[in-house]
């Protein structure tokens, strides 16, 4: 089983930031590596993939149009973290934040391991 801790969420300011942090154990090769948010009265959405370099099928990372230029997820193997660096926040962005781990398409349904979640509020 793949356990998946995130810590880093918290209250922002609009335009402001926050790095979120991804402790993971092992996982399977072929497996992205991402972070999902839901808001509230909102469907969960995918925000950032990161995807295996064995991958013939993606390009290696995956960001929801409404944040790119803004998001950036990275990973250190060796540490076994992955981190989302959230910048220039919106109170749009305002939901519960999950590290996952799944397989083929950035999309909660292919999703198989999740984390317990963290808050992020952006106030205006």
């Known amino acids: 089983e793949v356990r998946l801790v995130e810590s880093g969420g918290g209250l922002v300011q609009a335009g402001g930031s926050l790095r979120l942090s991804c402790a993971t154990s092992?996982?399977?090769?072929?497996?992205?590596i991402g972070w999902f948010r839901q808001a509230p009265g909102k469907e969960r959405e995918g925000v950032s993939c990161?995807?295996?370099?064995?991958?013939?099928?993606?390009?290696?990372?995956y960001y929801a149009d409404s944040v790119k230029g803004r998001f950036t997820i990275s990973g250190d193997n060796a540490k076994n973290t992955v981190w989302l660096q959230m910048n220039n926040l919106k109170p749009e962005d305002t939901a519960v934040y999950y590290c996952?781990?799944?397989?083929?398409?950035?999309?909660?349904?292919?999703?198989?391991?999740w984390g317990q979640g963290a808050q992020v509020t952006v106030s205006s």
């Open positions: 996952a781990a799944g397989f083929d398409i950035c999309l909660p349904d292919f999703v198989r391991f």
């Open positions: 092992a996982f399977p090769n072929d497996y992205f």
């Open positions: 990161m995807f295996s370099s064995n991958s013939t099928s993606h390009d290696s990372t």
